[in-house]
């Protein structure tokens, strides 16, 4: 009886985990957006910027960007809701607000707030692809933008509107797991030996 060689496949087998071993091709991407928005904060900047308090009608709002409708991403902002935004102290002379903000109080329940949430983001996984698969080390690259605007509107008319958010996003998490896959049975244990 002949024998077969077992070490031909061991081999290859630990050829190609060290050829895996750098592989970040393996590793998980991903991306978050909002499915109907702009290509970047400028862009969503810029669209802002052309929506003027006490001027712009809301039928033209949907074709600067800002569908208060149909868009996606788009809180509704009850009048107490926006009092508490816009005026949240009562100590502050009403004529000292900003005149749509005055038009939206005087207004009262006719007055309402539009908030628009506009985002895009990378993740990216680097390293190791078994130390990762494992859950030994993970690094995770994060890039992307965000932006919300805030349009207040009453009969038909944009009264006050204001715009915030980070133009870029960039930063890095990385997590260490000395037990690899067991970590989080340990963790577990832990937690239940404390409890």
């Known amino acids: 009886m002949r024998c077969r060689p077992v070490l031909a496949p061991l081999a290859l087998t630990l050829l190609g985990a060290l050829a895996l071993g750098g592989c970040t091709g393996m590793l998980p991407r991903g991306s978050t957006e909002t499915p109907q928005g702009f290509a970047s904060f400028e862009a969503a ?16 709002l949907k074709d600067l960007g800002f569908d208060l409708v149909a868009g996606t991403n ?37 007055c309402r707030g539009y908030v628009f949430h506009f985002e895009w983001q990378s993740r990216r996984r680097d390293g190791g692809f078994w130390l990762d698969f494992l859950n030994v080390r993970r690094h995770t690259s994060i890039k992307g933008w965000w ?15 204001n715009y915030g958010g980070q133009a870029s996003t960039d930063r890095e998490e990385k997590q260490v797991n000395p037990l690899g896959p067991l970590q989080p049975a340990g963790e577990s244990a832990g937690y239940k030996l404390i409890h």
């Open 45 to 60: 900047e810029a669209a802002i910027r052309r929506v003027e308090g006490r001027k712009t009608r809301t039928d033209e």
């Open 147 to 161: 932006f919300d605007a805030l349009i207040v509107v009453s009969d038909g008319t944009v009264l006050f509107r």
């Open 74 to 110: 788009v809180t509704l902002i009850p009048y107490p809701d926006i009092v508490a935004r816009l005026a949240p102290y009562p100590g502050v002379p009403i004529d000292q607000l900003d005149a749509g903000v005055r038009q939206c109080i005087e207004a009262q329940q006719a």
